[in-house]
């Protein structure tokens, strides 16, 4: 049986692991299971079906597997022991508490917008013109829809957003955000659900603005008729799912005492910056961790962006052809002290941080001095070349591995 390489170590294995009384398991006593390259997965040669097993009769999925390296077919393939870790049961952090993931901003093309030049002569007061924003990275049918109905529109700008995704951010800088018209309105955001079947893609047309309530319309036509013939979502129910644009717009009526946000992305290396705007909204591509203040928030900028915490945190997370690849919320399964601003070494990872902050943004604008063309890999790139060999990028590695051990 080939299965993911996540069936070795995630939480949601650990039942298919065993071992429990009264459930049906696999016999992991017959061979030792084994990862395998280019795609990692968990193998055994072994026909599990053969070997199922009763209760307390099955051995459960523990200690080591035995690790495949080397080319496809080769003649030089490696065999080595190494141990699994069972990310269900590794200590956390109390930052698992306090972050959340992004508001699920699709299907993007029909949210997302690039503001155009209103070809009439007089622009009505408030508004703004815009077009969808295609991205590289839009799905069909989403990809390949006529949206000639929400081209060249003029929209009530109040329902205009700054919007943070994974492409919008490097170690400790943000980039330019993105620009997405919502169905709520920036002067009190709340989102006015439809309680009866007179609102529209769950939402009370009565909320909204006249050309915002158009446009609304038509992209919840939009979504109907595309959706996957299984989805039972209305627009809404998409954009909010799981309560996460609801999160956060709470958090923006009262932050209470924790009103600094943090961001840092679910995918490849750990990166992770400040979020200065209080109205901007978070992609489901990042994640946001409110903080007490701006020493917390550096403390946490420190170790997120560090070597250290790649490094400690990459045996937690699901494994791809180049190597660790998702990183969520492993990162708060690792014992990451909250912040005390009565310990010294807590405020020297944070004093660290904020001295790399400054200097990742000097570099940002000389980057953006520097070239005509910038896009977030080059950011990215030249950032972490910059922390690998600068004063203050040293400081936090050492800061942070000596917190992280």
Known sequence: MVMPHSALQAGQYSKWRGPGTGRKLLDFGCKTPGTCNPIPSSRSRRQWSAARRVGAKATPLAGKVERWLGKAGGSDVRRE????????????SPYDGYCRRGADVFPRSIFLVEKTENPAIVQAGQTVTVNPRRGRHDKAPWRD?????????TVEATHLFDVHLGETLAPYVTLDPLKALLPINRTDPLIAVSADATGVGGVRLASLERRMRERWRTISG?????KSPNNKLNLLGRLDYYGELSAQLEWQRD?????????????GAPTATLLHSDRAIVDTSLYWITCSDLREANYLLAIINSRALYEAVAPLMPKGQFGARHLHKHLWKLPIPE????????????DAGLAAAEGAAR???????SRARLTVTIVRRELRKWLRESEEGKA??????????
């Open 81 to 92: 022991r190494v141990a699994i870790i069972d990310t269900s049961v590794v200590s956390g």
């Open 145 to 153: 829809l006529d949206l000639t109905a929400i081209t060249q529109q």
């Open 222 to 226: 939009l979504w109907e008729q595309n």
């Open 255 to 267: 932050s209470g005492d924790r009103p600094v946000r943090v961001l840092h992305t679910d995918a």
């Open 339 to 350: 912040f005390d601003v009565g310990d010294a070494l807590h405020l020297a990872v944070s």
């Open 363 to 369: 570099e940002l604008t000389a980057l953006r001095q």
């Open 396 to 405: 936090v590695e050492g800061a942070v591995t000596e917190l992280l051990s």
